[in-house]
């Protein structure tokens, strides 16, 4: 299964696997907490103590980049799932079920689609308020949309085939056709979909936090670190491009990770 | 090329195919000589390397495969040492391919006409205008209605046998040297096979075309072929002229491919029903598509229903099974009133009617392991589990001659035939009273088609299961059928036991569906169409 490889998709999992072990050993690799002030001066130059330097209220950037990883990256895992969730099994169910279901399902999708996504999840938020679950909850809504329209025409291609038909002749309820006839066949597109859907979400909730909506204070999140740092850049500081630019790479990793993904499903349906 | 008028000459022809376990050989030392103005027919069951070697006769190879010994040699020219570039001006001009499926080799974008003047006008630089002249006299001389009218037309608006003819018109319009004929008329019923391989073969005699005619219909390559090369695992079986081939077979597998279509059940009187249809109309939106069906199922036999495309015959069966609601009439099961639909009738009902489709492709969930594909239905209708479950998916494996050891494989790792199998056994695990097979042997090769039949008489002496057998296949019909019905547009034209509705005299519909129904006799197609020009 590795034989086929490439460079590209290595550098794609090297960078998911080293996210994931900071996301999932934050507290041993950073030398400072999230919260903590650890330097009466602010906007601290780059240090051999405070290696990225200090932030508007003193605390460690480094630390607070490493923290923000497994803010970040738990918050939009989490979201994704949701949107999975909620898209996949209404796609699919839609797909099967056709008619009046299918019909009333799309409209209101697609009045839901029809306005600016950031400005539903603006809206949303502002209504509930905004904490950890409320901004997944949000989220996971907002975005199924995507996905609901995705499933729904891939299940559409496999709703027809006779194999579905036969499960209805032979007594299956919906549930069983959904998850069990359908699902596994149009597992390989919503994989890929995963990813690229999650780097959407990572970006969607950074775009939140740097509007002052998402990951609320004093929890770090690269969003928001980019919006309190950003007035280094007039000093020509490079420290706010930081945050950015690990979001950035984790986008590219998911991204060749997913190609490969995509290229190797693509391949086994090739030989079957 | 010492022999004057040769075109093609492939010489020890090896091709192999890239396996995980490394390059594994599919067609192994085949040799072919081919005259201008020739037809060679190829012939053998699916997997023998009829298409591989058909394509190479081209200079091609399918992806993943490579021509790894031999000669192929075109009109002097040595196509394996030809560029890419030459090749490809090679192709389209002086040689040219007709797929099985003129549905999938044509874009369904783009108009007939220019699909088929396509090469002509940009590889041949003939002019349009020409080009399009030339077309339409192809389409006339294919016999193709109301040319003009046709060729403006886009694919889909054009029914499978006339697409099949403009596929053909299209691989003659640079009046090529050679076609490469690929099963040209399998995907086709038998009343429109006619006219595709009776415009086929004018066309290509008028030309002088030589061509390669693919196919495991021994029928087919009979009326087509002056030659017939046996092709079996990827070497020749035997080669010989037409008639003498089929007067004189010289090898047992030839001769095991003669006499797949001889067999005959005789026809066993009805006991009792299982199955009454009364009156049964149905339709699609405003199409009606089956009308006044009165008809009934004997028990523990075999009712036949016969009719081209488009007969509805394949509705009737989606009618019985629930999936399509009548409009009028009733049907009883066992006596006792059928639900309409299948969310109305209850899992004992479900079970005891059993549907087996025509393409085991798609009718088995490719993610699916054979395991699970026939213990779905001990599960869902016996509650079975475990060990008992596992030993009954075992039983009905050995059942249909396929066994346990193929109780891990995906639907992907099977043949045709041992797909087909899985399908029968998956029915067979509801332990049903009546099955349902619509077409299912039509697309399979003869070989198999022939096995899957004996299997299916075998599990009907041994269970009593009762068939409602949905076939355009009359060879099919003699050979497993107790009763008939035939059907035309939505309507039964004649119903019966086998003996009487297969034997003179005919209602006209169903004289023409027999005469339709290729003979393995060189002048089968000759004779009926020198028949067709007396009656007018």
Redesign the interface.
Known sequence: MLRRTTPAAWFGFTVIVLYALTALFAPLIAPYGQTEVVSPVPYGPWSAQFLFGTDQLGRDIFSRLIYAARNTIAISLAATLLTFAIGTTLGIVSAVLGGVADVVISRIVDAIMALPQLIVILVMLSVVGSSVVNLIIVIGIADATNVFRLSRSVAMNVAVMDFVEDAKVRGESLTWIVFHEVLPNILSTLVAEFGMRFCFVVLTISALSFLGLGIQPPTADWGSMVRENATLISYGDVTPLLPAAAIALLAIGVNFAVDWFLHYASGLRDDQ | MTNEDGLLSISGLKIEAETPDGWQPIVNGVSLTLRKGEVLGLIGESGAGKSTVGLAAMGFTRPGCRIAGGRIVFDGIDLMDLPQSQLRALRGARIAYVAQSAALAFNPAHRIIDQTIETAVLDMGVPRAEARRNALGLFAQLQLPDPEQLARRYPHQVSGGQLQRAMTAMAMTCRPDLIIFDEPTTALDVTTQVEVLAAIRKAVQEHGTAAIYITHDLAVVSQMADRIMVLRNGVEVEEAPTRQMLAAPRQDYTKSLWSVRHLHKPAAPREDVILDMRDVGAAYGKFRVLDGITLSVPRGRTLAVVGESGSGKSTLARVV???LRPEQGEVLFKGAALPPT?DR?S?EQ??QI??V?Q?AD???????RVRDLVG??LE?YFRMKGREKERRIGELLDLVELGAKYMDR????LSGGQKQRVSIARALA?KPELMICDEITSALDQIIQGEILKLLMRLQQETGVTYLFITHDIATVRAIADEVVVMNRGRIVQQGPKDSVLSPPYPPYTDRLLASVPEIDPDWLTRLLARRQEAG
Do not use: C, D, I, W
């Open positions: 099974s629930g999936l299948v009738r899992r479900l079970r059993q549907l489709y393409s798609t009718a088995l969930n490719p993610r699916q779905r239905r869902l995906f639907p992907g790792e509801a």
